[in-house]
């Protein structure tokens, strides 16, 4: 990975999805990688505003027929006990469905998506992430919904994510988990 920057200042990087800050490894020179690798990417130019974090992914010797979506956020954004969405966190009923989980919070979380198509060609997008679902929430495998908002770039997505069979902007998408089929269907195609 190779950086060239037209401006002054300094770029930082992460490789564990944190928030790259002043703190972070200082870009120096060529990076190489040999597996699958997300750079979180910082430009610092003093007296000037920070850029924006750019989210990089790698997908290194990925043999995968079918597309790849990858989504990068701060792992706390996930994790957190007090704040990660995906987890029971501090007011979660002991009963399932566990009403008072994080997961059941209308918590939205910023992070980027990105579709890297089989045959080519994707995309790449900032936008918000929620839990999606209703009772499927307590499940340990979680829908997750994706917005396209405007306080996180574009306002929608465009791109034709079922070819010429759908549409081709969206304000949000759903990647399903299954539901109450979580267990067991695998790969679902419908018509």
């Not at 950086?3 to 990076?31: E, M, N, R």
């Not at 000037?48 to 706390?76: A, H, M, Q, R």
């Not at 399932?96 to 890297?116: C, I, Q, R």
Request: hydrophobic share 35%; aromatic share 14%.
């Amino acid at each position: 990975v190779n950086v060239t920057l037209s401006a002054g200042g300094a770029v930082y990087y992460t490789t564990d999805c944190t928030a790259p800050t002043i703190h972070s490894q200082v870009y120096t020179g060529p990076i190489r990688i040999t597996s699958t690798t997300v750079f979180r990417v910082l430009h610092v130019e003093e007296g000037k505003k920070p850029s924006k974090i750019l989210d990089l992914t790698y997908l290194v010797n990925e043999k995968d027929t079918l597309g790849t979506i990858c989504i990068v956020t701060d792992p706390d954004n996930l994790w957190d006990y007090y704040n990660g969405i995906y987890v029971m966190g501090p007011g979660a009923s002991t009963v399932s469905p566990y009403h008072g989980a994080n997961f059941w919070m209308d918590w939205e979380k910023e992070a980027t998506v990105s579709l890297f198509e089989a045959e080519g060609g994707g995309f790449y997008s900032p936008c918000g992430l929620k839990i999606f679902g209703v009772y499927s929430r307590a499940n340990a495998k979680k829908s997750l919904v994706c917005f396209f908002r405007g306080q996180y770039g574009a306002s929608s997505l465009n791109y034709s994510l079922f070819g010429d069979a759908g549409l081709d902007t969206y304000e949000a998408f759903v990647l399903r988990a299954g539901g109450q089929d979580t267990f067991i269907g695998r790969i679902r195609v419908e018509m």
